[in-house]
């Protein structure tokens, strides 16, 4: 059910109890730029009865205004802000969702890379399944086309610049792939999908170091010292690196550091290791890694200089 917590997101539209909540539709109008989302946000409540739910800032200018309303009411607003951004500023995107999952409002609400823990006492063995998509709508349509596929769960979403945002589904393998398959089917009518992938059973420091739904056993993480070598990966969005890491962890002994953004969707990640090690997990990362997204830049170094860690 939505709590109390989750409706104040509403703002100060009308009030409503979460069984109502559940039975209304979530209406979405993206533009590039705040002159249009200033204008969405005012045109739309005039023009039917809805009420503001959200507005969402993912970089690279890309502002998402959420209102909720039933499906009629929603519809016309959407459209009338749609229509009225194309003139303003620059339109990307919009949507309409006429009966939300109940996790949909909690996962607007729910901060980049802010997790939630997979209700599972074995989830490290949970399948992993990403949609990547360009701008917020789009992933927001296949989070709620997939989970409302397949057994799944969602324990987060993340934006790593350049418009691209991602959802994490967590289940078994078949669950996971039929809810990737709707996820991108439904979100390829409204955005661009950037990558999409299933990976069956993520590897330990997979599951602890990137935003997916943390592994909740003991810790994989150790130490590294100054003799090991290191290893950098890093790729256009995030999908081509979950990938990459848990390929190149389960090739051979090494340990990641985790992951970056660094802006304009580009995401990097640290390998630590023997040079062998290194050289081994990397052959496979980034094989792996360019199958499903894009490999921008990776680079070993054998003997690592202390002053690079200090930067670093």
Known sequence: MTNKKQRTGRG??????AEDIR??????????GKTGAIGTLDIMPKTSEVSFFRRVNIGTGLVTVVYTGEVAAARSA???????????????????IPRPHERIYSLILQKSAEEIKVDSSANSKLALGIVETEGFVGMIQAADAGIKTADVVIPSWVTVGGGLTSVFFRGDVAA????????????????????SHVIPQPHKGTNEAAPIGKFTGKSTFKDT????????????????????????????????????????????????GTVADIRSAFDAAIKSADMVGEVVGSHIIARPHPELEKGR
Not at 12 to 17: D, L, N, T
Not at 176 to 195: L, N, R, T
Not at 243 to 267: F, S, Y
């Open 23 to 32: 039975k209304e539709a979530l209406s979405f109008v993206e533009t590039r």
């Open 78 to 96: 959407r459209d009338a802000a749609a229509n009225l951004a194309g003139k303003i500023s620059e339109f990307f995107a919009s949507n309409l």
């Open 176 to 195: 996971v792939h039929s809810a990737v398959e709707e996820g991108m089917s439904a979100a390829g009518k409204v955005s661009k999908i950037a990558a």
């Open 225 to 272: 010292g100054p003799e090991d070598a290191l290893g950098i990966l890093e790729t256009k969005g995030i999908t081509g690196l979950i990938e990459g890491i848990d390929v190149g962890l389960k090739t051979a002994n090494v340990v990641i550091q985790g992951w970056e953004k660094i802006g304009r969707g580009i995401t990097s990640t640290i390998f630590r």
């Open 12 to 17: 100060k539209g009308r009030s409503a109890k």
